[in-house]
């Protein structure tokens, strides 16, 4: 069983950056890709980015690709996803995600374990 937990979401200005940390525990943290995910008031999970177990592959979601970045160090047992040139559009609860399954899928119902979210504000 995995333990996620999240944290550095925040109220910042539009064109603002913060740096999302989710720290793993319970489980062998390299042998999980992990993901982060979305979600705003009234819609859907939503994809954003997702690292493969080792780090040398990456995704992201059309929405933040050039101001997004996800990163991993497995000896901190850690992901991160720093955020520029944040928009109003990005406000949501940002979510973790682990899971053992091959490929850099993009579905929420792919992951096994979640964190319980950090907010993230972007006022315009």
């Known amino acids: 069983q995995v333990q996620l937990v999240e944290s550095g979401g925040g109220l910042v200005q539009a064109g603002g950056s913060l740096r999302l940390s989710c720290a793993a525990s319970g489980g062998t943290f390299s042998n999980y890709k992990m993901g982060w995910f979305r979600q705003a008031p009234g819609r859907e999970r939503e994809f954003v980015a997702v690292i493969s177990w080792s780090g040398g592959s990456t995704r992201y979601a059309d929405s933040v690709k050039g101001r997004v970045t996800i990163s991993r160090d497995n000896a901190k047992n850690a992901v991160y996803l720093q955020m520029n040139s944040l928009k109003p559009e990005d406000t949501a609860v940002y979510y973790c995600?682990?899971?053992?399954?091959?490929?850099?899928?993009?579905?929420?119902?792919?992951?096994?374990?979640w964190g319980q979210g950090t907010q993230v504000t972007v006022s315009s």
């Open positions: 995600a682990a899971d053992r399954g091959f490929g850099l899928t993009t579905t929420p119902a792919s992951y096994d374990y």
